[in-house]
């Protein structure tokens, strides 16, 4: 699992808490996939860069080595589909929680899963078309994409 520094795990609890308002952690069968999206890309060139709703492309040009992608995946999915260009990413995935706040969170203190927040390093490959996707593990079994063109 990765471990996620705490001024990002704020930074995904205020996106997300836009979300899901008044989301509570009560017990029910896993969600359904609700949204995925990509967060942030991460590079030494650019250091952090917030991806936008309906954001197509980067606005800082990424290319060079060591560069992330954070993906938000909401709901529980069954296997997700990622590459850059069509060539497969790995990543990881940590579970992001929810408060009865609102808020949302890493799992430390135990509440409820609501979802993932996924790291994947390109390992050198310098810029391309980024896709996710992935199918709910439950009813209606939707699929979700995102894709965001680095560069």
Partial sequence: M???NKQL???????????L??????????PP?????????ESPACGFEDIAQGQEQTRCDH????IKVYVLEVGYGRQPHVTLDGFEVDGTRSPV??????????????????GYLYVFDLKGKQEGTFSFSNISINA?????STQLYIK
């Fill in 2 to 4: 990765v471990r996620m």
């Fill in 9 to 19: 795990m704020a930074a995904v609890g205020c996106t997300l808490g836009l979300w």
């Fill in 21 to 30: 308002p008044g989301q509570a952690a009560d017990a029910a069968s896993a």
């Fill in 33 to 41: 996939l609700s949204e995925v999206k990509v967060l942030k890309v």
């Fill in 63 to 66: 290319s060079g080595p060591n």
């Fill in 97 to 114: 929680c929810a408060y009865s706040n609102g808020n949302l969170n890493d799992c430390s203190v135990r509440t409820k899963v609501v």
């Fill in 140 to 144: 209606p079994g939707n699929r979700m």
